[in-house]
């Protein structure tokens, strides 16, 4: 009986260190091209009869994004919108700023993101867990990766527009901005006056900004 626990707790150990490691699971075959009609939620293949070319190429990047109120703009590219990707594990996104315009601090908590400048240039960076910041001004074709659930920022410092296209190693790479996360949430005031120095006019007035 022993025996068997100990068996048990190894096994156990394993697959908590497994999943504890993974990303998005691998593929069990070529591909799975969802069919529309079902359930977007518990998706199923195609007949691979009936898989196109059209399914596996995605023409919605190629004009920016409306940035002219915000000063930045995103499309997201997931298998929502791309069929192709569905069990790949990939995803990606394009970005647009103007002149001045922002990402704001924010992170991927299942993604790893590599950022390519297509244009212009971008003052990027990352924070790590020691609170350290690395970040330098990216020009056209300056590639920068940003690590798993780390806060990352962008910020068009150039003199014209600047465009980026992100990657990540996820289907579902997930999005907190932390501006909207912490001040656009039902946090308790008390917790962000406190936290932030805050007053409750100052509060109150980012709170506004950033609840959607």
């Given at each position: 009986?022993?025996?068997?626990?100990?068996?048990?707790?190894?096994?156990?150990?394993?697959?908590?260190?497994?999943?504890?490691?993974?990303?998005?699971?691998?593929?069990?075959?070529?591909?799975?091209?969802?069919?529309?009609?079902?359930?977007?939620?518990?998706?199923?293949?195609?007949?691979?009869?009936?898989?196109?070319?059209?399914?596996?190429?995605?023409?919605?990047?190629?004009?920016?994004?409306?940035?002219?109120?915000?000063?930045?703009?995103?499309?997201?590219?997931?298998?929502?919108?791309?069929?192709?990707?569905?069990?790949?594990?990939?995803?990606?996104?394009?970005?647009?700023?103007?002149?001045?315009?922002?990402?704001?601090?924010?992170?991927?908590?299942?993604?790893?993101?590599?950022?390519?400048?297509?244009?212009?240039?971008?003052?990027?960076?990352?924070?790590?867990?020691?609170?350290?910041?690395?970040?330098?001004?990216?020009?056209?074709?300056?590639?920068?990766?940003?690590p798993r659930g780390l806060l990352h920022f962008q910020m068009n410092v150039g003199n014209s527009r600047a465009s980026i296209i992100g990657s990540f190693n996820s289907q579902n790479p997930g999005l907190m901005k932390i501006p909207s996360a912490v001040f656009g949430s039902g946090i308790m005031e008390g917790v962000l006056e406190k936290g932030f120095?805050?007053?409750?006019?100052?509060?109150?007035?980012?709170?506004?900004?950033?609840?959607?």
């Amino acid at each position: 009986m022993k025996k068997i626990s100990a068996w048990f707790r190894i096994i156990m150990l394993s697959i908590i260190i497994h999943s504890a490691s993974a990303s998005d699971s691998d593929p069990l075959q070529d591909y799975c091209v969802p069919r529309p009609d079902l359930s977007p939620i518990f998706l199923a293949c195609k007949n691979s009869s009936l898989v196109t070319v059209e399914d596996f190429v995605f023409s919605g990047i190629k004009s920016a994004g409306d940035s002219k109120k915000t000063g930045f703009s995103s499309i997201p590219v997931t298998a929502a919108v791309f069929p192709g990707l569905n069990t790949l594990g990939v995803s990606f996104v394009r970005a647009d700023f103007e002149v001045g315009g922002v990402n704001v601090p924010h992170y991927h908590p299942r993604a790893t993101e590599v950022a390519f400048v297509v244009e212009g240039k971008i003052y990027s960076g990352f924070v790590d867990s020691k609170n350290r910041v690395f970040a330098k001004v990216l020009e056209k074709g300056d590639v920068m990766v940003f690590p798993r659930g780390l806060l990352h920022f962008q910020m068009n410092v150039g003199n014209s527009r600047a465009s980026i296209i992100g990657s990540f190693n996820s289907q579902n790479p997930g999005l907190m901005k932390i501006p909207s996360a912490v001040f656009g949430s039902g946090i308790m005031e008390g917790v962000l006056e406190k936290g932030f120095g805050l007053n409750a006019k100052e509060l109150s007035k980012l709170r506004k900004k950033f609840s959607s």
